[in-house]
């Protein structure tokens, strides 16, 4: 047992042996690939180091690291799989995959404000691709909505004039279920008030086709439609950044990223207020 004493207080390091021991096993790069590999699907020894390219005596000495704590099993066949805690080990490592390969990102970006139930499952968005540049985003916010047919759902610190002359078209002809959430004071451009008259925009919110409400503030940027989702963070400074955002297609990870992403929207709906078009910032 390690102690430190420290003003009165006595500290006892022990309570982290075990923890140790695991990180000590996940320690390793060829380790973390073979948890990733079994995952999927039960493994032999040969298959494994076959997939990894490595040696069999290094497999198995992996294997051996691997299932001494506890994290893997073999069955009676020779085949290899997670067990419960492995298995739960491995869905927390994504969380930590996702924000070590980030961590430039991370540190000018935040979670200030983000319900920690999302953060804690920060590892639903791993799989997904990294975009940068505003342009770039808006174009693909852009294809989103011409490839859906069934819903857009958005949350966005302001609405450029591009997408409102993507948007609303394509929901008024496809008949799209289109819910948006702003913040007081989000900017939009008034450029956009004679398009949205012309295109009937009133008359698509009275039929409930569009639906919108307000929040005070938006700690997140979402957009996500049936077969792609979308997630800005903030800055430092609490903004919503819109020149970098992480996206994926349902079908690259079976759907966790987008299911993140429609839980946070749908949280956040269920407690925003009702929308006051006066509070916008038309520029």
């Known amino acids: ?16 042996d075990e923890t140790e021991e695991i990180f000590s096993s996940l320690a390793n790069s060829q380790r973390l690939a073979i948890l990733y590999i079994i995952s999927e699907n ?21 294997l051996n690291k691997l299932m001494n704590s506890n ?35 991370f540190s000018e970006h935040n979670f200030h404000n983000i319900p920690i139930k999302f953060i804690q499952r920060i590892g639903a968005l791993e799989k997904s691709d990294f975009l940068s540049g505003f342009v770039a985003v ?28 993507t948007a609303i078209p394509i929901v008024k002809e496809r008949g ?50 049936e077969h792609q989702a979308l997630v800005m963070f903030p800055l430092s400074k609490g903004l919503v950044d819109m020149n970098f955002i992480f996206c994926n297609n349902v079908s690259m990870d079976g759907g966790l990223f987008h299911e993140w992403c429609l839980d946070y929207f749908i949280e956040i709906w ?7 078009a006066g509070k916008l910032k038309k520029v």
């Open 1 to 16: 047992m390690v102690e430190e004493k420290e003003e009165g207080i006595i500290f006892n390091y022990s309570i982290f």
């Open 42 to 62: 039960k493994k032999t020894l040969s298959s494994i180091a076959k997939e990894l390219k490595i040696t069999t005596q290094e497999t198995h000495r992996n």
């Open 71 to 105: 994290i893997i099993e073999k069955d009676f066949k020779g085949y290899f799989s997670l067990t419960v805690f492995g298995d739960m080990i491995i869905k927390n490592i994504s969380a930590i995959n996702f924000l070590s390969k980030h961590k430039k990102f």
């Open 138 to 165: 808006i174009e693909y916010i852009k294809r989103m909505y011409q490839n859906c047919e069934k819903y857009i759902y958005s949350i966005l610190p302001q609405v450029p004039l591009d997408l409102i002359h």
């Open 176 to 225: 799209l279920k289109f819910k948006h959430i702003l913040p007081i004071d989000a900017l939009i451009p008034k450029k956009s008030e004679e398009f949205l008259e012309n295109e009937g925009y009133s008359n698509l919110l009275h039929k409930g086709i569009i639906e919108r409400r307000m929040v005070t503030k938006t700690n997140l940027g979402i957009v996500l439609t």
């Open 270 to 276: 269920n407690n925003a207020k009702t929308f006051d």
